[in-house]
Structure formats: structure tokens, C-alpha cells
């Protein structure tokens, strides 16, 4: 990502479910979002979340530096 790229924004959700990867992990038939600021704010921030339609796998993370 180009340091002046301050905050990205994904939301992988394509309606009716399927596959995404997040953090090097698949998920299937969910939704998830990430919003990271970039380094050029002086503090790198992550914060995800995903989940799967069975409810069986849940993931809420916040990551300072990565």
C-alpha cells in the first residue's frame, strides 16, 4: 500500500456469501472489514472483522503496528 494511502477500507461481503481471505486466513460464506491507517499518521492501526453465516467462526481483532 502507497504510504499516502492514509486509511483503506475493505468490506469483501459479496451479498450472498463465499470465500475471502483476511490475514493470510479463508473464510467461508461470511462478511468482513478492515480498516487500516497507513504509517504516514504516525501510528499503524488494523482493526477486522469477520464472521461466518453458521455463526461457527467469529474474529475481532485490533492490531497497533503490523
Known amino acids: 500500500m502507497p504510504n499516502n494511502v492514509l486509511v483503506s477500507v475493505e468490506y469483501p461481503a459479496n451479498g450472498g456469501g ?3 481471505k483476511m490475514d493470510g486466513f479463508k473464510f467461508g460464506y461470511g462478511a ?5 491507517i497507513d504509517e504516514a499518521t504516525s501510528s499503524v492501526l488494523r482493526f477486522n472483522i469477520s464472521f461466518r453465516e453458521d455463526g461457527h467462526s467469529i474474529f475481532i ?3 497497533e503496528a503490523f
Open 18 to 20: 463465499g470465500d475471502f
Open 32 to 36: 468482513g472489514l478492515r480498516l487500516l
Open 61 to 63: 481483532g485490533f492490531n
